[in-house]
C-alpha cells in the first residue's frame, strides 16, 4: 500500500504510524497540531502621515464615517477597536488614539492619523512624523461610539 494513503488512513482514524517508519509518525503528528498563537501587535517606531481632508465622510473600516476631528488611526497591524499610544519622537508629545481603518497604504509608513491626532502631535506641515506606537488594551463597541449622535442617513 501507497505510505502516502497509509498516512492518510492514519490520520482520519486518529492512530499513530508505528509500522511505517517514524518519520512518517512525525508528520502524522505535526498535521495535528495548531499553529502557535502569534501575538497581537508589539510596540512600533516608524513614520506616520496624516490623512487627507477628501477622505471625509467616507466610510472607513469599522463602518463609521470619517471625521477630521476624531482621534482616530488608520493601521495594517493593529485590530479594528484597539487603543494605541502614540508619541512623537521628536518632540514627546502623546495621546490614545483608536484603530477604526486600515492603512497607510504607502511602504515604510505604519500609521495614520486624523488632522486632529497630528495637530496634538504637532506634527506641522509636513504632514509625516517619526512615531512610536505602543497598544493599550482593546475597546468594546459601546466605548467606540463616537461622542456626538450620528446624523440620520439621507434617503435617495
Do not use: W
Not at 517514524?22 to 512600533?44: C, D, F, I
Not at 487603543?83 to 508629545?93: D, E, M, Q
Not at 486632529?116 to 506641515?125: D, H, I, K, P, S
Amino acid at each position: 500500500m501507497n505510505p502516502l494513503r497509509i498516512l492518510l488512513a492514519c490520520t482520519l482514524f486518529g492512530t499513530t504510524l508505528t509500522v511505517a517508519g517514524p518519520a512518517l509518525a512525525r508528520s502524522a503528528q505535526e498535521t495535528r497540531r495548531a499553529a502557535p498563537a502569534r501575538p497581537v501587535a508589539a510596540a512600533q517606531h516608524g513614520q506616520a502621515s496624516i490623512y487627507a481632508q477628501h477622505f471625509r465622510g467616507r466610510r472607513m473600516a469599522d463602518g463609521a464615517r470619517f471625521d477630521p476631528r476624531a482621534h482616530t488611526v488608520a493601521s495594517r497591524t493593529l485590530p479594528l477597536g484597539s487603543a494605541a499610544k502614540v508619541t512623537n519622537l521628536r518632540n514627546g508629545r502623546s495621546m490614545t488614539v483608536r484603530v477604526t481603518d486600515r492603512g497607510p497604504h504607502i511602504r515604510r509608513r505604519i500609521l495614520d492619523v486624523s488632522p486632529a491626532v497630528a495637530q496634538e502631535l504637532g506634527m506641522g506641515t509636513t504632514g509625516t512624523a517619526m512615531v512610536a506606537v505602543v497598544p493599550v488594551s482593546f475597546v468594546t463597541r459601546a466605548q467606540a461610539a463616537p461622542a456626538r449622535p450620528a446624523r440620520p442617513a439621507r434617503r435617495r
